[in-house]
């Protein structure tokens, strides 16, 4: 199994909701990450967990709350949310470590399209 | 400071070359990424460099030069498929990587 899953696809909330977004992958990695990408820029890190542990915070608000709940899945916590927010959510996940002459390659989710009104 | 380069669009014909340049200043270096993203869709791996030289795999090619801070990425025989955004991306260290703008491919018949 090559691939990783997120849902929901598509999510509509308001600035006062909760909602969560959901990543899993079954390849074995143990670290994974969640990328924020809006329209023709490219995906901009938010955070990294490694075997678990959170390993990476790109000073990313704390309206967004990560978790990894075991080394298969990533959660991805929202709450009050600003339109501004709004951005197709990617989750990916690689080796946590490389082997020589191979590269920490990620593998993508199809992400989650955010609208936040 | 980080910047990855990359030409924002080119168009080629359908079943000709192509090669898409990207430039990188990173604080740290350990490896070049290409990475393909149609509209819409996550990005998919295609290439890794992190010794100068070419790399080749298939109709796609990836070059590395880590002197001048360049690479390229060369797409032969090119099908309507190959019509997506090109990501280079460099990783500067553990975990962390950064990507491009994007080239956005446009292949013609």
């Known amino acids: 199994d090559t691939e990783v899953t997120q849902t929901p696809k598509h999510l509509v909330m308001g600035m006062t909701n909760k909602k969560s977004l959901k990543c899993e992958q079954h390849?074995?990695?143990?670290?994974m990450y969640w990328y924020k990408q809006k329209a023709k820029k490219p995906p901009e890190l938010m955070f990294v967990y490694s075997y678990e542990k959170l390993s990476i915070n790109e000073s990313v608000p704390s309206r967004f709350s990560p978790e990894c709940p075991n080394s298969s899945l990533l959660n991805l916590h929202l709450h009050a949310l600003q339109p501004e927010d709004s951005a197709l959510y990617l989750c990916?996940?690689?080796?946590?470590?490389?082997?020589?002459?191979?590269?920490?390659?990620?593998?993508f989710g199809p992400g989650t399209r955010l609208t936040v009104l | 400071g980080q910047n990855i380069d990359q030409p924002t669009e080119m168009t080629a014909t359908e079943g000709a070359i192509v090669q898409i340049n990207c430039t990188y200043q990173t604080s740290g270096f350990n490896g070049l990424f290409w990475y393909q993203q149609h509209a819409g869709e996550a990005p998919t791996f295609l290439s890794y460099n992190v010794l100068d030289g070419l790399e080749e795999k298939g109709r796609f090619s990836s070059f590395l030069s880590r002197s001048k801070g360049y690479s390229y990425l060369l797409l032969k025989e090119l099908q309507m498929k190959d019509s997506a955004s090109y990501l280079c991306a460099a990783n500067t260290g553990g975990f962390k990587t950064i990507f491009g703008a994007g080239t956005r491919l446009f292949v013609k018949a």
């Open positions: 390849m074995g990695h143990r670290a």
């Open positions: 990916a996940s690689s080796q946590e470590v490389r082997l020589a002459g191979t590269g920490n390659e990620q593998f």
